[in-house]
C-alpha cells in the first residue's frame, strides 16, 4: 500500500529556515498540500497543489514537490510556527492519503 | 462567517451506532465535496470519507467501509456520518472538512472536532 513519511521531529532556531519532507513512490506525479495543527487545535491547510499557499497564510511558509519528495520549507521561522505538520496526497488508487506527522520544534 | 461545526460525538458502547452532524455556514455548501478526517488521541490524521456536491459518489477509507455511510443534505448545509458497529479504535476526534478542489484534493476549511469515544 502506498504511504507518506515523514521525519517525527524537526528542530530549528528562531529565525532560521526549517524544511520539513515528506518522501512516497513518485510523489511527484501527484499534487501535495500541508497542513499544520497547532495543539489543541485543528490542521490548517498552509500550502496546496505542491507550492500553492491559501490567502492568509504568511510567505514564508513554501513548498515544492519533485521525484519522491514533497518539502515544506518555513523561512525565517517564529515561536509562532511551533506546531505539528501533515503531508497529504491524493491519486485515484490511494484515495486520500496523510503522513505521519512532523513535530516541529522552535528551541 | 465562513465555518464548519461538529455535533453529535460521545461515549458509545463497542458495537454500537452514532450519528454525527457537521452544520456549514458562510460558504456554497451544495457546490463543494465534503469529507470527515479523524486523529485518535496523541496520534496523525486519517482521511474517513468523502462525498461529492451531487451526492453521486462516495468514498470510503478501508477501514471503515461497510460500517460508515456519509450523506448530506444540501438543502439544510448540513453533512453526516453514520458510524455502526463501532470498534475501540474507532475512537476519535472527528473532523468535517471542506474539499476545496477535487481535482487534486486538499481541505482547505476544518470544522473544531467532535470526539467519539468508544468504550465499554
Known amino acids: 500500500s502506498y504511504e507518506l513519511t515523514q521525519p517525527p521531529s524537526v528542530s530549528v532556531s528562531p529565525g532560521q529556515t526549517a524544511s520539513i519532507t515528506c518522501s512516497g513512490d513518485?510523489?511527484?506525479?501527484?499534487?501535495a498540500c500541508w497542513y499544520q495543527q497547532k495543539s489543541g487545535q485543528s490542521p490548517v491547510l498552509v500550502i496546496f497543489?505542491?507550492?500553492k499557499r491559501p490567502s492568509g497564510i504568511p510567505e514564508r511558509f513554501s513548498g515544492s514537490n519533485s521525484g519522491n519528495t514533497a518539502t515544506l520549507t518555513i523561512s525565517g521561522t517564529q515561536a509562532m510556527d511551533e506546531a505539528d505538520y501533515y503531508c497529504?496526497?491524493?491519486?485515484?488508487?490511494?484515495?486520500?492519503?496523510f503522513g505521519g506527522g512532523t513535530k516541529l520544534t522552535v528551541l | 462567517e465562513v465555518q464548519l461545526l461538529e455535533s453529535g460525538g460521545g461515549l458509545v458502547q463497542p458495537g454500537g451506532s452514532l450519528r454525527l452532524s457537521c452544520a456549514a455556514s458562510?460558504?456554497?455548501?451544495?457546490?463543494?465535496?465534503m469529507s470527515w478526517v479523524r486523529q485518535a488521541p496523541g496520534k496523525g490524521l486519517e482521511w474517513v470519507s468523502v462525498?461529492?456536491?451531487?451526492?453521486?459518489?462516495?468514498y470510503y477509507a478501508d477501514s471503515v467501509k461497510g460500517r460508515f455511510t456519509i450523506s448530506r443534505d444540501n438543502s439544510k448545509n448540513t453533512l453526516f456520518l453514520q458510524m455502526n458497529t463501532l470498534r475501540a479504535e474507532d475512537t476519535a476526534v472527528y473532523y468535517c472538512?471542506?474539499?476545496?478542489?477535487?481535482?487534486?484534493?486538499?481541505?482547505?476549511?476544518w470544522g473544531r472536532g467532535t470526539l467519539v469515544t468508544v468504550s465499554s
Open positions: 472538512a471542506k474539499v476545496g478542489d477535487s481535482s487534486s484534493w486538499y481541505f482547505d476549511l
Open positions: 513518485k510523489l511527484g506525479d501527484k499534487y
Open positions: 497543489q505542491d507550492s
Open positions: 462525498i461529492y456536491s451531487g451526492s453521486i459518489s462516495t
Open positions: 497529504q496526497a491524493w491519486d485515484t488508487s490511494t484515495d486520500v492519503l
Open positions: 458562510g460558504f456554497a455548501f451544495s457546490s463543494y465535496a
